[in-house]
């Protein structure tokens, strides 16, 4: 796993952006729903779910199954539960778990955490966004794993994301075309 600095100690950080299969349903409007339903609270426009506990993480992919294929893997990568099972007791012990979705506009696009950067009652997780010069017309669907710290995050701090660079969720850059 590719590992970050963070803006508020000198450890590494795991981060994993697993590109999968497209949601069956709204993702962001499920990620949203489910946060509110088991009263996760998020900041930020972006739903991301942190979970303090195996438990709740395996409950999570239970819930996600009408939405999210959590049990294949898409191309060479490998499922969604698989992932999320290499998050044991042992991680949850010094570490919470964020959980985010992204939509990008071109399979070309790639999603890294540059930080993560602590204010008084927030967490946020500072993503860079890598596009090539010439990008593929698909659109990829990524989920997003980000350990947070416990001496960071606590127990309650809420979890958001910021885009540092790169187009963000869906949205593309429109360029008005002169002759």
């Not at 969604?80 to 990008?104: C, G």
Request: aromatic content about 12%.
């Amino acid at each position: 796993m590719p590992t970050i600095r963070t803006h508020d100690t000198a450890e590494s950080v795991p981060a994993v952006f697993l590109r999968t299969v497209p949601p069956r349903t709204d993702a962001k409007a499920f990620m949203r729903q489910y946060a509110h339903r088991t009263g996760m609270m998020y900041c930020g426009d972006w739903p991301v779910l942190c979970f303090s506990s195996q438990d709740a993480l395996t409950q999570f992919l239970r819930d996600a199954s009408p939405c999210f294929i959590v049990n294949e893997g898409y191309g060479t990568n490998p499922a969604l539960f698989e992932v999320a099972s290499r998050f044991d007791k042992a991680f949850f012990e010094e570490n919470r778990l964020a959980v985010f979705y992204i939509k990008a506009t071109s399979g070309s696009v790639k999603y890294a955490v540059s930080a993560l950067h602590k204010t008084e009652t927030d967490v946020y997780i500072l993503l860079k966004c890598g596009t090539p010069v010439i990008g593929t017309c698909d659109i990829a669907h990524w989920i997003a794993f980000v350990a947070v710290p416990r001496q960071i995050a606590g127990t309650g701090a809420l979890v958001g994301i910021q885009f540092l660079s790169g187009p963000s969720l869906g949205i593309r850059r429109i360029t008005k075309l002169t002759p």
